[in-house]
């Protein structure tokens, strides 16, 4: 009998290793060069509002944050923030490009196992050097057998890459922590959509899970994903 599902893909940032963490304590230093120009919720408002803004222009990722954060400090100090302070931020931002990389629980395991049975690929949006150091220090590159680093993930960019690697939507999953990101669009598609959630998630990220759909999974972790894989046929 043919399979049902031949490729399985993976997000990155928050599903294989940590990512999220470090913007958190990021955001919790900058917040504390501008505590004298903004209370806290204020300010993660607007830098909130920056990215936003500028998804469009510099893409996902560290250099996009902190191109954001340099914008907030000159918006909420009447463009009065010490160079010093902007000197800061872009070392800040140095730091976040350096940091070494933690993979999750199960996540080495799960791609292994997977990966014996079916073909399996990377699937992730940001910086494309970053990315691709992350993936280096990840010790997991050799276990997939493509890689795709995507400025956005909607339902066209998830046809074009399942057909690319694949036998198209029909017989491909996402695996990921982004309910916007990694499952929303995946189903709309036609594919499989597993939600692994991670705990923090970027508010540009929230989406409310789909309803009614039938391709549609969640996981507590990525240790009982080779059941599913296995049951999905």
């Known amino acids: 009998m043919p399979k049902r599902l ?15 963490r470090f913007f958190r304590l990021t955001q919790d230093r900058f917040a504390e060069l501008l505590s004298d120009h903004a209370d806290p ?5 607007r830098l909130l509002t920056a990215e936003k803004r500028n998804i469009g222009r510099y893409g996902f990722g560290v250099k996009g944050f902190v191109l954001s954060m340099i914008e907030t400090a000159i918006e909420v100090t009447d463009e009065k923030v010490p160079a010093s302070v902007i000197a800061e931020l872009i070392a800040m931002g140095h730091d976040m490009l350096a940091y070494p990389i933690e993979l999750l629980p199960h996540a ?3 791609v292994q196992v997977v990966a014996e049975t079916h073909r399996v690929i990377l699937v992730t949006k940001g910086d494309l050097l970053d990315q691709e150091r992350k993936l280096a ?9 493509g890689v795709e680093i995507v400025s956005s993930k909607t339902p066209t960019t998830y046809q074009s890459v399942f057909d690319r690697h694949g036998d198209g939507p029909d017989k491909a999953m996402m ?12 189903i709309q598609s036609g594919g499989w959509g597993v939600y692994v959630p991670h705990g923090l998630i970027w508010e540009i990220e929230h989406a409310d899970p789909p309803t009614g759909a039938a391709r549609y999974h969640a996981l507590e ?7 599913l894989v296995e049951a999905i046929g």
């Open 108 to 110: 080495q395991e799960a």
């Open 41 to 45: 919720d204020h300010l993660a408002e």
């Open 137 to 145: 220090q990840s010790g997991l590159g050799d276990l997939f057998d």
């Open 175 to 186: 695996v990921g922590n982004s309910m916007r990101s990694d499952i929303v669009p995946v």
């Open 6 to 20: 031949t490729l399985v893909a993976f997000d990155a940032d928050d599903t294989l290793w940590h990512n999220e």
């Open 221 to 227: 972790d990525l240790g009982s994903l080779a059941e």
